[in-house]
């Protein structure tokens, strides 16, 4: 027997990751951090650290001192997304 309860939609809690869209990767300049990136990628820091020291994180990275940088353009490639916005032209083609 059903008890009079309604079920509550569930939304996701204050911390919960959201998805990255491309203009935001886009803002990020040029590189960002790994943890940024690994949020990007949908995975979590540590295991992006993980992938960094066994020379697997799937996207190119370089570092400056004790941090590595991730550059957006080589990110957005490894999401299959453009690295630039593409211009649209008024003008038919030939």
Same mark, same amino acid.
């Given at each position: 027997m059903r008890s009079g309860r309604t079920r509550r939609a569930r +939304?996701?809690?204050?911390?919960?990751? &959201?998805?990255? /869209? +491309?203009? &935001?990767?886009?803002? %990020?300049? /040029?590189? /960002?951090? *790994?943890?940024?990136a690994a949020s990007v990628l949908?995975?979590?820091?540590?295991? $992006?650290?993980?992938l960094i020291r066994r020379d697997a994180f799937p996207v190119?990275?370089?570092r400056v001192g004790a941090r590595y940088r991730i550059? /957006?353009?080589? %990110? *957005? $490639? $490894? %999401?299959h997304l453009p690295g630039t916005p593409t211009a649209q032209n008024s003008e038919p083609g030939p």
């Open positions: +939304v996701a809690p204050a911390g919960a990751p &959201q998805a990255w /869209t +491309v203009e &935001q990767i886009r803002a %990020l300049g /040029t590189s /960002t951090d *790994l943890a940024t949908g995975m979590s820091r540590s295991a $992006a650290y993980k190119p990275h370089f550059p /957006t353009a080589p %990110l *957005l $490639a $490894a %999401l």
